[in-house]
């Protein structure tokens, strides 16, 4: 592949051709923030927040969405780029609920970690705020639209990875915001409870329920295992607090392979300390306890092996 040459931070650069801003910064050891990328899902560039200086550019541009260009003389951390950054913080903030002290996803927040290194401890812009009722509607997933941040990651997680469709934006302007389809709860909606979007959230709209209130996040540890119950090898973070493992938390689907229920209540029933005696899994639109063998659809099996033992 081709290569070009470029300048970044005032050191001569070679990436290959269709490189983003972006991935190059990262390569060459430059962090620059981010909210609405992920590395799994399809540019979208719509939080602004990796704005950079390009020389002769009109404006500033999004790192995430903006491939290098031979000789392009570039400024990821320029005064004016430093003070766009911080306005589109407080933008966020402006909008957001600054419930840091209780809020389950504190500690692994992108936006409280980027308030903090950019010493953004508020807004300065005073408006009206949403009122969303929080969507407890299902065993799996708390949906609090409240601190969606309208990054667009959970659409493209649940389309791209999971190919389900749930997720959308819907209405406009201020009262845009991220919802099933009809603006229904997710229970009502026709969602699986994957947590392909829940882990890929940088915020705390999308969050486990299994986990919700037991820990912080500086109280745990989390440990890599991979999903077992098919050959893909999803991977999932068992959820430590002291010698107690809490919850299975989802972590990203093998190749070609999204994230599952089955596989999560799999690991939670091997793993979990302390795992529900009956989970719950949704029958014409009712979500009602079923044993093990069930959820796991392995009941045929379980009968053939102790069908053998007579």
């Known amino acids: 592949m081709a290569k070009i040459k470029f300048t970044l931070n005032g050191r001569p650069m070679e990436v290959e051709s269709g490189t983003t801003l972006l991935e190059a910064a990262r390569q060459a050891g430059i962090e620059i923030p981010t909210l609405c990328h992920h590395p799994a899902l399809s540019d979208f560039g719509a939080c602004r927040l990796c704005v950079v200086k390009v020389e002769g550019a009109r404006n500033l541009v999004a790192a995430c969405v903006t491939q290098v260009a031979p000789n392009m003389v570039v400024e990821t951390h320029a005064p004016e780029v430093i003070e766009a950054r911080k306005m589109i913080l407080e933008l966020i903030l402006a909008n957001h609920p600054l419930d840091c002290l209780t809020c389950d996803k504190c500690g692994d927040c992108r ?71 009809f603006d229904v709860s997710l229970a009502e909606s026709d969602c699986v409870y994957c947590h392909n979007c829940v882990s890929v959230c940088p915020v705390g709209a999308l969050m486990p329920k299994e986990l919700a209130g037991k820990a912080r996040a500086w109280e745990v540890t989390k440990h890599e295992v991979t999903c077992t119950f098919c050959d893909f ?78």
Request: charged share 30%; aromatic share 8%; hydrophobic share 35%.
């Open 111 to 181: 936006l409280q970690d980027y308030a903090y290194e950019y010493e953004v401890a508020g807004s300065g812009f005073d408006g009206e705020r949403h009122d969303y009722e929080i969507d407890d509607s299902n065993p799996y997933i708390i949906r609090d639209n409240n601190k969606c941040i309208l990054c667009g990651r959970c659409i493209r997680a649940c389309s791209e990875i999971k190919g389900m469709h749930i997720l959308d934006f819907a209405g406009r302007g201020f009262n845009t915001k991220v919802t099933p389809a």
């Open 233 to 310: 090898g999803c991977k999932f973070d068992l959820v430590k607090k002291g010698s107690e493992i809490i919850g299975v938390q989802a972590r990203t689907g093998g190749a070609g392979r999204p994230l599952c229920l089955k596989g999560r209540l799999g690991l939670e029933l091997v793993y979990s300390s302390h795992p529900v005696r009956k989970p719950l899994m949704k029958k014409n639109g009712e979500f009602v306890p079923v044993d093990w063998e069930e959820a796991l659809r392995i009941r045929a099996i379980v009968n053939r092996i102790e069908s053998l033992k007579d």
